[in-house]
């Protein structure tokens, strides 16, 4: 008998990476519009960054498919370690930068971190990283207003973590084999 005794992914931690952006990106779209003189709202974004780490934390067993491998961890910290000191090297290259161009230089840094996550939460998140990087790159480059850009980081955000929530499963069964995968996220 085939009856399904766990499920799995090749990249475990693809749900929970999915809610944390689906949270930041509506923080950002959020923030943005509510944005005024400045470009982004801070205390929205912020908020809606502390309820993406809290409920990452919160809900990690309960949605994650399994554990990650240690290369995908070292993958992880790694990524979130360039993102720091990026973010810190923008201080002091940019002293004297309009607070929109900050923010852009911001969200590029960001895509840039997504794209080794990738090898942690699958290739969404690199197809991501270079989404956000474009449209960064293009904000820096194009006389629009950053509500534009922020909108549409964050939608991105948010269309792409939906997409990582709702990946599925691989189910093993008791003889060994895996069941039919989910068509939108495969391994490397």
Not at 12 to 24: K, Q
Not at 56 to 85: C, M
Not at 102 to 123: E, K
Request: with cysteine.
């Amino acid at each position: 008998m085939n009856i399904p005794t766990q499920k799995q992914h090749p990249y475990p931690l693809i749900r929970t990476g999915g809610l944390f952006l689906v949270l930041i990106g509506a923080g950002m779209v959020a923030g943005s519009l509510v944005g005024g003189r400045e470009p982004v709202y801070r205390p929205i974004f912020f908020a809606a960054t502390a309820l993406g780490f809290t409920a990452l934390f919160a809900l990690a067993k309960r949605l994650a498919y399994g554990s990650p491998t240690r290369n995908q961890i070292i993958a992880l910290v790694a990524a979130i370690a360039l993102e720091v000191a990026l973010l810190s090297a923008l201080s002091f290259l940019l002293p004297k930068t309009t607070a929109r161009n900050y923010w852009l230089w911001t969200l590029l840094v960001v895509g840039i971190h997504f794209l080794p996550m990738g090898y942690t939460f699958g290739p969404k998140v690199a197809l991501l990283g270079s989404a956000c990087i474009v449209n960064a790159s293009v904000g820096l480059r194009v006389d629009l207003p950053f509500l534009v850009f922020g909108i549409l980081d964050g939608l991105l955000k948010m269309g792409f973590g939906l997409a990582m929530f709702r990946t599925q499963p691989i189910s093993v069964h008791e003889n060994g084999k895996h069941g039919r995968k989910d068509s939108i996220s495969s391994p490397p």
